[in-house]
């Protein structure tokens, strides 16, 4: 797997989130400044909420633009043989029953799910507990975590 090419995927689906916010910050601009929106009593806050909404909305755009440019500088280098996971890293984890997941762990988008080579990758922030429990460990060290209310034990089987 090609760290750079997953990078990419992961910045285009934040552009995309990205185009979505903008636009549902146009909208919530538009509904807080109509004329229809003006107070016709003191109990008529349909105006007030649209700027409320409008104001949430920019925060979200300003969040989501920070994390593309987290995701921009962030260095990706291989990973050297005995390397404990670091931010930049991808790993696969497996359980013993053969279930593996890939994850990212990356400087934000925590969540955001694309496909490599008919893999899953899920980006994963080293504030989430899996990430805190990750950070640090090498190949071949177990971590356990519940998973849909079940403990389960994972190995960590590559780093990248």
Do not use: C
């Not at 909404?53 to 969040?63: D, I, P």
Request: glycine share 8%; no cysteine.
């Amino acid at each position: 797997m090609n760290k750079s090419h997953i990078r990419q995927l992961i910045l285009e689906q934040l552009h995309e989130e990205l185009n979505a916010a903008q636009a549902a910050v146009r909208s919530a601009h538009e509904a807080a400044t109509h004329e229809d929106s003006i107070a016709e009593n003191k109990y008529d806050t349909f105006g007030l909420e649209a700027a409320y909404l409008a104001h949430g909305q920019a925060v979200r755009v300003q969040e989501i633009e920070q994390a593309i440019l987290a995701w921009r500088n962030l260095p990706l280098k291989d990973s050297e043989p005995d390397s404990p996971v670091v931010l930049g890293s991808l790993v696969r984890l497996e359980t013993r029953d053969g279930l593996s997941r890939q994850l990212f762990l990356g400087p934000d988008g925590a969540g955001i799910k694309v496909q490599d080579q008919g893999r899953e990758i899920i980006v994963i922030t080293p504030r989430s507990p899996l990430g805190q429990k990750l950070v640090g460990k090498f190949e071949g060290d177990e971590i356990s975590f519940e998973v849909n209310g079940d403990k389960q034990l994972f190995e960590i089987t590559e780093i990248l």
